[in-house]
């Protein structure tokens, strides 16, 4: 048969999280040599024998398999799960437990203890991500360097150094205490949120790579919605804004790997359905009082997935969201985007007063965006010698970025097409209209919910 | 038509991604397809463990074996169906084995005319 696609990548995840639950995560290592242990007799025996019906069964039971074995040689020269210590060392519990250890329900909540286990606090913010990527998505140390166009030897160092803290760590995180769970969220919702803007923005050029990054943060942001504890108004607000970002992916880039700027996208391309799942999941997170930077921009992008044409743009409604988003999370990015929206709203003299008010502007000097705008804007005032040069700097950067020269041609376009693709895809935010009717809706009156800062997006109804 | 056996030696210790096994197999799935699809593969064969016992002369010793190095050790065979043994080594150049250091063994079975 056929397997599904990336089915070993998250089989790998799936059976490193059972085991380590098993083992304890002190025996993280154990774990993953049991897994590599099971993939190899899997390739051996399937390369001839052909995949099996189902192979994540077929992986599930040699990995049980590999994981009884290694609890009876080794229960007494070892220590595992302390919380499972009476269970594992009794003969009679052991196959019981370990039995019901791997049932696939138990198996989602292992995922999630480890999706949260990566996020510790004590870990670097750098190495969550790839952690995550490499313990629950299967990416080995090579795939995850050159998703983030980074070295082997760099990105090794940080994540064996992420895997001691997290052994060291002692203890899984618990899923079921829900003070805790909640406490952690957060940090998960911005590691999942980096892990899909790697796959946005990030600096890989390869369009597939970057593809998969986004489809890994969605899947995993998917299995969150699943848990009591973990669907809440903002995990459903990132959900959106994935799917809707996600849904311009297929016109995001063109026939020779350029990306292509939201305004000049061929909307035709968006993925319709996506389009709904983004509305959908963008419904479900207006309720409760607490407003997110994720429900914000899960917004614009609704604004943008709203507009047929790029001239039906409510760029009113994009402004007033970045205004909201300025307010709770400040940055010169945030800032920069909002110009370009006031630009598209108000004109290019308009815009680039607001460029210039940017405060800590100078710290924009090295997002290459930032020239790609002013780029732009330039133009659009009717000053292509000046833009020319923004451009010419912004190309510096994006050629600095992919590794790659830039070709001669290129360089004597006045347009730069990658960099400011990638400016106004910020800004390609929600339907503030659809935005506005869903947050000015009645769900948000509950009596047990008090006034909030949805507030502010409700002002105009609509 | 004559018959073949293609033993299939070493390429399992190359550290490997997930997803780079998932594409081994693909191409294992595909080379076999194709030789099916020619009329090409009489049998798909079998893997083996690379673990075993040898038994040895006259006072039939046991030893562990067989005590190879990993690259030498068969992990498989299949049996084809060729026009001859340059054909049937011209089929095996499509192994997927071949790309992760492993090798391809051609060896004809014995045609016995009794």
């Known amino acids: ?462 | 038509m004559s018959e073949f056996t293609y033993l299939y030696r070493g390429g399992r210790d190359t550290p490997q991604s997930p997803e780079q096994r998932q594409r081994q197999l693909q191409k294992w799935a595909a080379w076999f397809k194709e030789l099916g699809a020619n009329g090409n593969l009489k049998e798909l064969g079998h893997p083996l463990e690379s673990a075993g016992m040898v038994v040895k002369g006259n006072q039939k010793i046991i030893t562990d074996g067989p005590y190879a190095e990993a690259k030498d050790v068969v992990g498989g065979f299949s049996l084809i169906e060729a026009d001859d043994l340059a054909h049937a080594v011209e089929l095996s150049k499509g192994c997927p084995i071949l790309e992760v250091g492993g090798s391809v063994e051609v060896r004809p079975i014995m045609q016995i005319n009794m």
């Open chain 1, 1 to 462: 048969m056929e397997p599904g696609d990336h089915l070993f990548r998250h089989e790998s995840g799936r059976m490193i999280a059972a085991l380590t639950r098993i083992f304890g995560v002190h025996n993280l290592a154990l774990a993953e040599d049991v897994v590599q242990d099971a993939f190899c007799r899997a390739l051996e025996v399937w390369r001839i024998r052909g995949i099996p019906e189902n192979p994540s069964a077929w992986l599930m039971a040699t990995a049980k398999n590999a994981a009884l074995d290694v609890l009876r040689r080794q229960r007494t020269a070892r220590a595992f799960a302390p919380e499972l210590g009476r269970f594992l060392e009794s003969e009679w519990t052991l196959a019981p437990v370990v039995e019901e250890l791997f049932s696939t329900g138990v198996i989602k909540d292992d995922l999630l203890r480890m999706m949260f286990s990566c996020c510790h606090p004590q870990l670097q913010k750098a190495a969550q991500v790839p952690l995550i990527l490499h313990i629950l998505c299967g990416f080995s140390v090579g795939e995850v360097a050159s998703a983030f166009v980074s070295t082997h030897a760099a990105t090794e160092k940080r994540i064996t150094r992420a895997k001691k803290v997290l052994a060291r760590s002692k203890r899984l995180f618990d899923t079921a205490a829900p003070a805790d769970f909640s406490a952690r969220l957060p940090a998960v919702h911005r590691a999942l949120y980096l892990l899909f803007n790697e796959g946005y923005h990030g600096a890989s050029s390869e369009t597939a790579v970057r593809a998969e990054l986004c489809r890994e943060g969605m899947r995993l942001t998917a299995m969150l919605l699943e848990h009591p504890f973990g669907s809440t108004p903002a995990t459903y607000a990132l959900a959106a804004l994935m799917a809707l970002d996600a849904a311009r992916l297929p016109a995001r880039v063109d026939s020779s790997g350029n990306l292509i700027s939201l305004l000049e996208q061929d909307r035709a391309q968006w993925d319709q359905q996506l389009v709904a799942e983004g509305l959908k999941f963008l419904e479900l997170s207006a309720t409760g009082c607490e407003l997110t930077e994720y429900h914000v921009e899960a917004a614009i992008a609704s604004v943008h997935a709203c507009a047929l044409r790029t001239e039906d743009t409510d760029w009113k409604a994009i402004v007033s969201l970045y205004d909201t988003l300025m307010r709770i999370r400040p940055s010169p990015v945030v800032a920069l985007n909002r110009a370009i929206a006031v630009a598209q709203k108000e004109g290019p003299e308009r815009g680039l007063d607001e460029i210039r008010s940017i405060t800590a502007r100078d710290r924009l000097a090295s997002y290459p965006f930032y020239s790609a705008a002013l780029g732009e804007i330039e133009l659009r005032r009717g000053r292509p010698e000046t833009a020319r040069e923004h451009f010419r700097a912004a190309r510096a950067f994006g050629a600095q970025l992919d590794g790659a020269p830039v070709p001669r041609r290129a360089r004597h376009r006045v347009r730069c097409r990658r960099s400011e693709a990638s400016v106004l895809r910020a800004i390609s935010g929600p339907g503030t209209r659809f935005f506005q009717n869903v947050l000015g809706s009645r769900r948000l009156n509950h009596a047990s919910s008090p006034p909030c800062g949805l507030g502010g997006l409700c002002r105009r109804p609509a």
